[in-house]
């Protein structure tokens, strides 16, 4: 019999099925395609002994053994539903749905209802790391039932990347908790490349540097505190030329990005919960801009292009040093931002989400691992996880370091019009929030005047019900 079934044979499902095989568990498999099935098997090689090929899901629940975990690879919306479904009518209390693919948390949290009413344990597992990361070990995010994770924990911890020894998995919290967890790394993920782009704009476009001499750049950085996976698949991007023309090959790529959601719910979500996350949607609105060619090209014209080049008098050296410093400032503002609505949502959905465990499962295996990460998972362990990370070492320190650095670099991409919708949101919320005199002093008084809403003086305790806005000037 087979110690776990996987519904979905698509690029992650497929991966995952031949990670947990090598990893000496029988995966029993269904997909919705018969002939992917059948390819699938017939590409398994020397794993397929552990792989059950099924033809429909009472098959697929009959190969497994009980209690029977069942992991969903399929895409992600109504698909879910209608798998998780038929699989429940032929399950008992006891089995476990896991559903893997990128759910929105609100989903989940109805569905892990849904199913626990039905005496079925639901798990949402975030998986992160491409289809690399779900064949060799991805970073693993859960939420669900600690019981029902606890029967399923081993195959996880298994198949996921380690980092020091240790597997990138962990339960994040109740329901929803790790497709939140999955939502916020994918926020985090668009902030780090939409600021990776900007340097390489003012790199480009600012310094006139080629992708040859820049994938140096990257490749250098790679082994400073930017080293990421991010920055290293930067530097090889930028080496590579292409066959056809002899070009670097990022020189011909169309300049749209596409986005499929979760960087957007992870906007949406800070919003919601009223967090500033402005990194995170600084970088959600550069891909929706991104995708608007045919407007951009229009309005370059109406316009006229913006100068963008640096003045040459400026040493090349110090821009260099300076972008690796605003880099850096940038990613700190960003992931405090994103720990921080995770931080809320942890109140707010009552979670306990274990931040420093989540800065430990993304040190390997997911998109936006990196050393950056060790760091904050042991400023957590000592800090607890109330803390803006802002406020703790080795952050602090860092950005006391590095905030000039973002203010010079865009401070003078902004002046050549190089857009820099990221880490110019970095600084304005760095800049905000060492403002200890802001400006709302002005915006409370017009909400007073034209809504009735009250102010509190600076120089008396209470609430003033109205400002003499009827007087007039004095
Ligand atoms: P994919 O290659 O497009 O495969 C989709 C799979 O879902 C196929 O097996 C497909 O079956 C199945 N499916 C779609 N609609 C279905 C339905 N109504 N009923 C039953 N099966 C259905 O997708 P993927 O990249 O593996 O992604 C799977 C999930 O993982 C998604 O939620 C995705 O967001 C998430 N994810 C993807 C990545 C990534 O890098 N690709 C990373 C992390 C998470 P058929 O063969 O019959 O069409």
Redesign the pocket.
């Known amino acids: 019999m087979a110690d776990i079934g996987l519904?979905?044979?698509?690029?992650?499902?497929a991966n995952l099925a031949l990670n947990m095989a090598e990893k000496g568990n029988t995966v029993a498999v269904f997909?919705?395609?018969a002939a992917?099935t059948d390819a699938f098997m017939a590409h398994a090689g020397p794993l397929a002994p552990r792989l059950v090929p099924t033809k429909s899901l009472p098959d697929l629940a009959a190969a497994i053994s009980d209690p029977k975990p069942v992991v969903l690879?399929?895409?992600?919306g109504?698909?879910v539903d209608?798998?998780a479904e038929v699989l429940a009518g032929v399950m008992k209390p006891g089995d476990i749905i896991i559903d893997?693919?990128?759910?929105n948390f609100h989903d989940t949290r109805r569905r892990e209802a849904e199913f626990k009413a039905k005496g079925i344990d639901f798990l949402g597992v975030g998986?992160?790391?491409?289809?690399e990361g779900?064949r060799h070990g991805p970073s693993i995010m859960a939420g669900g039932d600690p019981k029902a994770w606890a029967r399923v924990e081993k195959i996880f911890n298994a198949i996921a990347a380690k980092f020091d020894g240790e597997p990138c998995a962990a339960l994040c919290g109740p329901d929803g908790a790790g497709h939140f967890v999955k939502t916020i790394h994918n926020g985090i993920e668009y902030a780090d490349m939409q600021m990776i782009g900007e340097v390489y704009g003012v790199m480009r476009d600012g310094l006139g540097l080629t992708a040859p001499q820049m994938a140096e750049i990257f490749a250098h950085w790679n082994e400073g505190p930017l080293k990421s996976y991010l920055i290293e698949i930067t530097s090889k991007v930028l080496g590579v030329i292409d066959e056809k023309t002899g070009k670097p090959i990022v020189d011909i790529i169309l300049d749209t990005a596409g986005q499929?959601g979760t960087g957007r719910w992870s906007a949406m979500e800070a919003q919601d919960l009223g967090v500033p996350a402005t990194v995170i949607e600084a970088a959600v609105a550069a891909r929706a801009l991104s995708s608007q060619k045919a407007e951009r090209v229009a309005q370059e014209k109406l316009f006229g292009a913006a100068p963008r080049k640096f003045d040459t008098s400026l040493n090349h050296e110090a821009i260099l040093k300076a972008l690796e410093g605003a880099l850096l400032g940038g990613k700190i503002v960003a992931y405090a931002q994103g720990f921080a609505v995770m931080a809320k949502a942890s109140e707010t959905y009552g979670w306990s989400l274990p931040l420093g465990t989540i800065a430990k499962i993304w040190r390997a295996g997911c998109i936006i691992r990196s050393v950056f990460l060790d760091d904050i998972s042991k400023a957590y362990a000592t800090s607890g996880s109330a803390a803006n990370l802002m406020d703790i070492e080795p952050f602090t320190g860092l950005l006391k370091a590095n905030n000039e650095s973002l203010r010079l670099i865009v401070a003078e991409a902004l002046l050549k019009g190089i857009p820099m919708p990221a880490l110019s949101s970095a600084l304005a919320y760095f800049d905000l929030s060492r403002t200890a005199r802001s400006t709302a002093d002005l915006t409370q008084a017009q909400r007073d005047f034209f809504g009735a809403h009250g102010f509190e003086r600076l120089d008396a305790p209470g609430v003033v019900s109205h400002g003499p806005w009827a007087m007039g000037p004095g």
């Open positions: 519904v979905g044979l698509g690029v992650m499902g997909n919705r395609t992917k690879m399929v895409t992600a109504p698909a209608q798998e893997c693919g990128n759910a998986v992160s790391g491409g289809e779900a499929k």
